[in-house]
């Protein structure tokens, strides 16, 4: 019986790495290839590369929280409610 | 019950006031920072917000439910803003975004000069690495990183700053986000990973001062 070597597919570099980043961060990392977890293990800065990226996201979601109830911005847009037709009645003409 | 509990199209429907207001509080300030991304000035803005929420909160808008309500929101507060700056409203499918905005950028992913070059022993490399992330595991979202950060959004082009806003920061789909700024799927990837590595560059330049480009070290917190 012989065996035949396959070699398998080549551990991404850090500048293809950087380049994948992106799509690995919109990916669910169950879903990343052998190669990426291998590379990830050894590459320190692509690990923190990675890990910036999906700090800078927890940001950007903690962005901009409600306004405060008080915000003359919400009283003046509630001044509307005031000329809501009323539902029990706005279409029984139709 | 708050508005997530009832779900914002039965707040609307309901009409009490004090939950109404939960709701306007909720999606001001998202709405806000898309109508910056259309109209020239914070003023005019807030001028398209609050006419949106009149509109809707007047009865003169209907939410039918065939879309998500962020995404009818931001629709009917879209085409306040174009009538605002007298543009047409030309979001048909085949009129759609098809060229990423260039911005200059050369370095889609800020790293320019960081890798070893080729023909060097560690080409492929890092030569200058990321020191440290920027959140500690533990640690609450810092304050002061995000007002970095929306000083650099700021500075964004408008195209990367909308679709930024739109699906981070908003959490809409792609296809949300065609159908709400005419921007195909594709296009929004490659104007996302530029403004992504624009603002990563600018957090790391704030955390660590390793700054690709210098003026991230000075740039006013506003």
């Known amino acids: 019986m012989t065996t035949t070597y396959r070699p398998g597919p080549v551990e991404p570099d850090c500048v293809e790495f950087v380049n994948l980043a992106h799509q690995l961060l919109d990916a669910d990392e169950s879903t990343w290839d052998r190669e990426i977890h291998a590379h990830l293990a050894s590459c320190p800065p692509c690990e923190v590369y990675l890990r910036q990226l999906e700090d800078l996201r927890t940001l950007l979601r903690s962005l901009g929280p409600a306004l405060p109830t008080d915000d003359p911005r919400l009283l003046t847009a509630l001044k509307a409610l005031e000329n809501r037709p009323n539902p029990t009645t706005a279409h029984r003409s139709t | 019950m708050t508005v997530d509990e009832l779900g914002p199209a039965a707040v609307l429907a309901r009409g009490d006031r004090h939950e109404v207001a939960g709701l306007v509080a909720e999606y ?14 914070s003023a005019a803005a807030e001028d398209v917000v609050q006419e949106t929420w009149i509109a809707v909160l007047g009865g003169l808008e209907g939410f039918e439910g065939r879309s998500g309500f962020r995404t009818w929101l931001y629709a009917v507060l879209r085409n306040k803003a174009y009538r605002a700056t007298g543009q047409e409203i030309r979001l048909r499918r085949y009129e759609v975004v098809a060229v990423p905005e260039y911005d200059g950028q050369d370095d889609p992913h800020g790293i320019a000069g960081r890798m070893h070059p080729p023909g060097h022993p560690d ?32 500075r964004l082009p408008d195209r990367q700053r909308q679709v930024v806003l739109l699906r981070e920061v908003d959490g809409l789909t792609a296809s949300e986000v065609e159908e709400l700024a005419g921007i195909p799927a594709t296009t929004q990837r490659s104007l996302l990973h530029r403004a992504r590595a624009r603002l990563r560059g600018a957090l790391e330049c704030y955390t660590t001062g390793q700054c690709a480009d210098p003026t991230h070290l000075h740039a006013e917190v506003r």
């Open chain 2, 28 to 41: 001001y300030p998202g709405m806000l920072r898309f109508a910056q991304t259309l109209v020239p000035s």
């Open chain 2, 123 to 154: 080409a492929g490399h890092w030569s200058t690495p990321p020191e440290a992330r920027f959140l500690p595991e533990t640690a609450a979202v810092n304050a002061e990183l995000g007002r970095v950060l929306a000083a650099e959004l700021g």
